[in-house]
């Protein structure tokens, strides 16, 4: 079975720092992507980044990077630093390859809270 | 209109009512997707649409009824609800096959309560 498990219900980071939100995965599908989502309080899923299991560096989008760790099952989002609207729920989520609907299997999420 | 919309935003509804939320997606995708997010609870997926054809039915009570009548379009027919319920229902979309790296867009959800 897939899962994805996010232990830290909540974090706080003072503004301009880097935080690490950490997640781990556990599949048996050969190829896998995981993505990870931000929720604000709208309500609103954004996607963020993703990594796929192939691929050999991690991966990279403006202030979000993924501290990707295959043999430890493990794919980390770090966020450089840290501005008052990235207070937010951050999901992991991941699709493998043995699916053929497509669905994404999400973490419990991570509460980020900015400090000023 | 860009992205996937939800309507309504809000909806408050009784025990007997009948409702329906609606999807619409303006993205090109073939894939359409019902979430539920119950308070301090993960998302859990109730249903996914393929090419209009549904492929996932995550052992959804039947007081929920989905429909596609194409692939821009997604419908939660509500009746008879019971107030646990009361979450946020989140639309999404994606394209359609088996590459992992399809990311899924959604839209700002419905905040449903069942009084």
């Known amino acids: 079975a897939q899962k994805i498990t996010q232990t830290q219900p909540g974090m706080f980071v003072q503004e301009k720092e880097a935080v690490t939100l950490d997640c781990t995965y556990d599949?048996?599908?050969?190829?896998?992507?995981l993505f990870w989502y931000k929720q604000p309080s709208s309500g609103e899923m954004i996607f963020l980044i993703y990594?796929?299991?192939?691929?050999?560096q991690n991966a990279t989008e403006g202030r979000y990077s993924l501290n990707f760790q295959k043999a430890r099952k493990s794919a980390n989002l770090v966020i450089s630093a840290s501005q008052l609207g990235d207070s937010a729920m951050y999901f992991c989520a991941m699709r493998g390859s043995s699916s053929n609907t497509g669905k994404l299997i999400f973490g419990q999420g991570t509460t980020l809270q900015v400090k000023p | 209109e860009t992205g996937v919309t939800q309507t309504p935003r809000h909806l408050v509804m009784g025990m007997t009512n009948k409702k329906s939320l609606k999807c619409e997606q303006h993205l090109g995708h073939n894939a359409m997707y019902w979430y539920k997010q119950s308070a301090k609870k993960p998302l859990e997926l109730m249903f996914v649409y393929n090419f209009k054809e549904q492929t996932e039915n995550n052992s959804v009570p039947s007081r929920f009824s989905p429909e596609c009548p194409n692939s821009s379009h997604l419908f939660l027919h509500l009746h008879t609800l019971q107030p646990e319920d009361s979450a946020l229902y989140l639309c999404?979309?994606?394209?359609?096959?088996?590459?992992?790296?399809?990311?899924?867009?959604f839209g700002p959800g419905t905040r449903l309560t069942v009084t």
């Open positions: 599949t048996s599908d050969p190829s896998y992507g």
């Open positions: 990594q796929g299991s192939y691929d050999q």
């Open positions: 999404a979309s994606s394209q359609a096959g088996q590459e992992v790296a399809y990311e899924q867009y």
